[in-house]
Nanobody, 121 residues
Framework: VQLQASGGGLVQAGGSLRLSCAAS????????MGWFRQAPGKEREFVAR????????KYADSGEGRFTISRDNAKNTVYLQMNSLKPEDTAVYYC???????????????WGQGTLVTVSS
């Protein structure tokens, strides 16, 4: 199973980027997929999650109103549209698939390699 994230890059504050994450090796049409990010010197943090049908979404407060997560199950791909970007959004963004409950917390079985987003002021 591979998750290939793409779409990162350098953008000015206020700009937009659209991240994509294409899954291969199996389909995830019955499981949630999500985006996380890790800024330099910080721990990885949750960004957004989308349910298996695409109708259920959840966002971290930092991205609420600016980010939109969506998925195309026919393409086995999840997207993150990021608008009104801020310098504090600078991070490596990771996609994740196959969310499950471990008994203690929710986890994801599969992770992408990350794509770097840099927002200049």
């Amino acid at each position: 199973v591979q998750l290939q994230a793409s779409g990162g890059g350098l953008v000015q504050a206020g700009g937009s980027l659209r991240l994509s994450c294409a899954a291969s090796g199996r389909t995830f049409t019955r499981s949630a997929m999500g985006w996380f990010r890790q800024a330099p010197g910080k721990e990885r943090e949750f960004v957004a999650r989308v349910g298996w049908s695409g109708s259920s979404t959840k966002y971290a407060d930092s991205g609420e109103g600016r980010f939109t997560i969506s998925r195309d199950n026919a393409k086995n791909t999840v997207y993150l549209q990021m608008n009104s970007l801020k310098p504090e959004d600078t991070a490596v963004y990771y996609c994740a698939a196959d969310r499950y409950y471990s008994g203690a917390s929710y986890e994801y079985r599969y992770w992408g390699q990350g794509t770097l987003v840099t927002v200049s002021s």
